[in-house]
């Protein structure tokens, strides 16, 4: 099956530093890659849609200048938190659809970054 | 926004039984799928059901849709420890589609061995 490689896993930085999440389709050319945030015990809240060389679309409410998302090519999309605070901790998980065929109705997920912020 | 609605929010069962979950939506779909996610993991794809089907099977998971309310059911027959997870259904609605599937809320499984 199509995996879907999300780095780092876990990480803790100072409040006011920014860090970057990547997630990376292994096997197939993501043409649409999707960001969550989901809160301890909640569901999945999607942060914003990035298509392979146009903008991202952000949800309601979400950030796009402290929530940075740049989808390069096909296999890559990158989620930047600027300037993280406390506020920010949360698990943060991308998923990727192929814009091939009928396996582009499912969604396959990255492992999901856990990020604190001191 | 989540438009799926899940039942129960948690539910605890011994091995062996069947567990039985429920979600509701509101708009009309494409598809709906469910989803099962372990602590601190990303999602998994279970199972996808059309809008023109009614019952799906895989393995020991079973799934029913009933587009009139709305609604569907997965059941996980002979459950095991390792079904512990937590699972969510999402639809793919018909119209207005971005592409994005709009997840319930899930529901949380513990199965006791």
């Known amino acids: 099956g199509a995996v879907v490689s999300q780095h780092p896993s876990r990480v803790i930085c100072k409040s006011g530093t920014s860090v970057k999440i990547e997630c990376r389709s292994l096997d197939f050319q993501a043409t649409t890659m999707f960001w969550y945030r989901q809160f301890p015990k909640q569901s999945l809240m999607l942060m914003a849609t990035?298509?392979?060389?146009?903008?991202?679309?952000?949800e309601q409410g979400v950030e796009k200048d402290k929530f940075l998302i740049n989808h390069a090519s096909l296999t890559l999309s990158t989620l930047t938190v600027t300037s993280a605070h406390p506020e920010d901790s949360s698990f943060y998980i991308c998923s990727a659809r192929s814009g091939k065929g009928m396996s582009n109705e499912k969604l396959f997920f990255g492992s999901g970054t856990q990020l604190s912020v001191l | 926004s989540q438009q799926g609605e899940e039942d129960p929010q948690a539910l605890s069962i011994q091995e062996g039984e069947n567990a039985t979950m429920n979600c509701s939506y509101k708009?009309?779909?494409?598809?709906l799928q469910w989803y099962r996610q372990n602590s601190g993991r990303g999602l998994v794809h279970l199972i996808l059901i059309r809008s023109n089907e009614r019952e799906k099977h895989s393995g020991r998971l079973r799934v029913t849709l009933d587009t009139s309310k709305k609604s569907s059911s997965l059941l996980i027959t002979a459950s095991r420890a390792a079904d512990t997870a937590s699972y969510f259904c999402?639809?793919?609605?018909?119209?207005?589609?971005?592409?994005?599937?709009?997840f319930g809320q899930g529901t949380t499984l513990q199965v006791k061995p």
């Open positions: 708009t009309s779909i494409n598809n």
């Open positions: 990035s298509n392979e060389g146009s903008k991202a679309t952000y």
């Open positions: 999402a639809t793919d609605p018909l119209t207005g589609n971005t592409g994005k599937l709009i």
